[in-house]
C-alpha cells in the first residue's frame, strides 16, 4: 500500500502548467515543405517524425517551424515515466533551474494553439502535445507514448508518429534511463535533442510501412466541471473532475489502479482519485474485508497507518479512512485517504482518494462526485449512488476520539462501541433516535480532539484515562435486545456515568474542603 501510494502522489502527472514565456520568430512557415518529417538526433540515437496533417494541421506546422528555427535543439527530455510517456520542448531545460523544467514554452507564432482533438489512439510510438489544464493552451512541449495510453485518447491533441525501427530503439533506451524526483533524468545529459532537423521523405530510406493508425471512438467526455470516462473492458463509466489529469497506469499488479485522475499540486503534493477492478473469484464482502484488514494492521503495527474508521456503507459497499505516514527526501508527511470498496457481479470496485491531511476536505466534494458518479456499464440502470456525509450519520459514523485515543480502528475498544452501535443502538428506533442527537453533537468537536491527540501524547494519554471507564461502562448495554431495554439500560448508563464523572469528583472536592 505504502508503495502504491507513494507512486501515485509523485510520479503520475505528464507536465505541470505552462506559464513561462519564450520568444519565436512567428514568421517563418513549412510551405516549402512538400512532404516533411523530423528528425530529433539525441544522444541516444535519432527519433524520425511523421505527421497526421489532416487531422492535426495547426499543431503540424507548429512542431516543424520550431524544429526549423532551432527551437528543440538542446533541449532535454525533462520527464520520464517508462510504460507511459517521455516528453520534451521546453526551453528551460537548456540552461534553467531544473524546478522550472515542465513550465516553459510557447508556440511558434503564438502564446498557445488551440486543441485539434481526433480519435487518432495514444499507441506506441504516437507523437501528441502536452499542455495544461486548459485544452487550448499547447505550446511546444510535446510527448512520445512509450506503451499504449489509451486513456489520453480525445484528451490530447495527437500529430505524428515515429516511424523507424531505430527510432523505437530510441525511444526504449530513452525511457530506460535513470530518473529522479517529478521523473527528471539523474543525468540529463543522456537524454538531449543535440540537433532537430527538417527534412523531405524522400531524403529517408529506412521508414517503415506503417498501416494507419488506429482510431477510437470517444471513451472520454469534457463537460464544464468533469470529465466522463468509459471503458467497456473494465465495465464502468465514472466522472473526473475537470483539469485533473486522467491516466491508465501499466497494471503492474491486481491491487494496482487501472485509472487514476490527478489533480494540480497544493503544497508540492498531487492529490488524486483512483479506480481499481479486480476479479474477486467468489469472495464474500467480508471476505474482501478480512483481507484488506490484514494488510493494513501490518501497516499500523509499524506506525505507518492510522486507521480513522471502517463501516458498511451499503450491504456490497465498506469504507475505510485512514491517515498514512510517510518519509521522503528527509521530509514528513501526512497523508489522509478514504476507500471505497464496492462489490457487485463477482469484481470489486475500489475508489480512492488521497491528499495531505491539511487539504484533504477542499477536493473531497469532487471525489464523492466520482462516487455517486459511477456505473457498471452491464448494470446501467443500476448507478450505485453514495452519499458520504449522510452515510456516515445514517449508520453513526466513525469512532474518532476512540480510534486516536487507542491507536487503531481495529482496538477492542473501537470494537466495543462500533458493535454496540450497530447490534443494538441502530436496531431500535429510540437507538436510532438517540444516534442521530448524539452525532449533531459530537462531530462538532470529535475531529478537533482526535487531531489534537494524535499531535501531542500526553493529551492523548489523559483522554484514555478519561474515557475508559465510561466505555468499560457500556458493557451493561450488550444485553438490551428490544425497545424498552435500550431505553431502561441506556438511563442506567447515563445515571452511572454522571455518577462517576460529576458526583463523584463532587463528593472528593466537599471531602477535601470539610478538611482544610
Known amino acids: 500500500m505504502k508503495k502504491i501510494l507513494f507512486t501515485l502522489i509523485f510520479s503520475l502527472a505528464i507536465f505541470t502548467s505552462i506559464s513561462y514565456a519564450f520568444a519565436q520568430n512567428s514568421e517563418v ?32 506546422e507548429n512542431f516543424i517551424v520550431l524544429a526549423k528555427t532551432g527551437f528543440y535543439d538542446g533541449t532535454l527530455f525533462h520527464r520520464i515515466i517508462p510504460g507511459f510517456m517521455i516528453q520534451s520542448g521546453d526551453p528551460n531545460t537548456i540552461d534553467g533551474d531544473p524546478n522550472t523544467w515542465g513550465q516553459g514554452g510557447k508556440a511558434a507564432s503564438s502564446d498557445s494553439i488551440d486543441a485539434e482533438f481526433n480519435n487518432i489512439k495514444h499507441n506506441r510510438g504516437i507523437v501528441s502535445m502536452a499542455r495544461s489544464s486548459d485544452p487550448n493552451s499547447a505550446g511546444s512541449q510535446f510527448f512520445i507514448v512509450h ?44 537524454v538531449k535533442i ?37 471503458n467497456e473492458e473494465l465495465d464502468v463509466k465514472f466522472s473526473a473532475p475537470v483539469g485533473w489529469l486522467l491516466q491508465q ?172 452501535r450497530d447490534n443494538q443502538l441502530l436496531q431500535t428506533e429510540s437507538g436510532i433516535a438517540f444516534m442521530s442527537t448524539f452525532n449533531d453533537i459530537y462531530y462538532s468537536f470529535s475531529p478537533i480532539i482526535a487531531d489534537y491527540e494524535r499531535e501531542n501524547p500526553y493529551f492523548k494519554e489523559a483522554v484514555k484515562l478519561v474515557i475508559t471507564p465510561m466505555i468499560n461502562s457500556l458493557t451493561i448495554m450488550e444485553n438490551a435486545d428490544s425497545e424498552s431495554k435500550i431505553l431502561g439500560l441506556g438511563i442506567s448508563v447515563i445515571v452511572l456515568n454522571l455518577g462517576m464523572y460529576l458526583g463523584l469528583p463532587a463528593i472528593i472536592v466537599i471531602g477535601i474542603r470539610k478538611k482544610f
Not at 471513451?219 to 470516462?229: C, H, N, Q, R, Y
Request: proline residues 4%; contains cysteine.
Open 29 to 60: 512557415t513549412f510551405t516549402t515543405f512538400v512532404d516533411p518529417l523530423v528528425v530529433l538526433e539525441t544522444t541516444q540515437g535519432e527519433i524520425v517524425i511523421d505527421f497526421f496533417r489532416i487531422d492535426a494541421p495547426k499543431h503540424s
Open 147 to 190: 506503451k499504449d495510453s489509451h486513456f489520453l485518447d480525445t484528451e490530447y491533441t495527437v500529430f505524428g508518429r515515429i516511424v523507424t525501427e531505430s527510432s523505437f530503439d530510441t525511444l526504449d533506451k530513452i525511457a530506460a534511463v535513470q530518473t529522479g524526483t517529478n521523473d527528471r533524468p539523474t543525468n540529463p545529459e543522456q
Open 194 to 230: 543535440i540537433k532537430a532537423i527538417v527534412v523531405e521523405r524522400s531524403e529517408l530510406s529506412n521508414i517503415l510501412e506503417l498501416s494507419k493508425p488506429e482510431r477510437a471512438g470517444s471513451t472520454v467526455t469534457a463537460t464544464p466541471e468533469f470529465t466522463i470516462f468509459e
Open 249 to 420: 497506469p501499466e497494471k503492474s499488479s491486481e491491487d494496482a489502479p487501472d485509472v487514476v485522475a490527478v489533480g494540480p499540486k497544493i503544497d508540492g503534493i498531487n492529490p488524486y482519485i483512483s479506480l481499481t477492478v479486480k476479479d474477486v473469484k467468489g469472495k464474500t464482502l467480508d471476505d474482501l474485508i478480512t483481507t484488506k484488514n490484514n494488510i493494513l494492521q501490518q501497516a499500523v503495527y509499524q506506525n505507518q497507518l492510522e486507521i480513522l474508521s471502517q463501516q458498511k456503507i451499503k450491504s456490497n459497499v465498506y469504507q475505510t479512512e485512514a491517515i498514512g505516514s510517510f518519509q521522503t527526501n528527509d521530509v514528513s508527511l501526512k497523508i489522509k485517504f478514504i476507500e471505497v470498496m464496492i462489490l457487485s457481479n463477482e469484481k470489486s470496485y475500489t475508489f480512492a482518494y488521497s491528499n495531505t491531511v491539511e487539504n484533504f476536505n477542499n477536493e473531497l466534494s469532487k471525489f464523492n462526485e466520482s462516487i455517486n458518479s459511477f456505473e457498471i456499464l452491464s448494470e446501467s440502470s443500476n448507478i450505485i449512488k453514495l452519499n458520504q456525509e449522510s452515510s456516515s450519520e445514517q449508520e453513526g459514523g466513525g469512532c474518532l476520539i476512540a480510534t486516536a485515543t487507542y491507536g487503531s480502528e481495529m482496538s477492542q475498544q473501537v470494537q466495543q462501541l462500533r458493535e454496540l
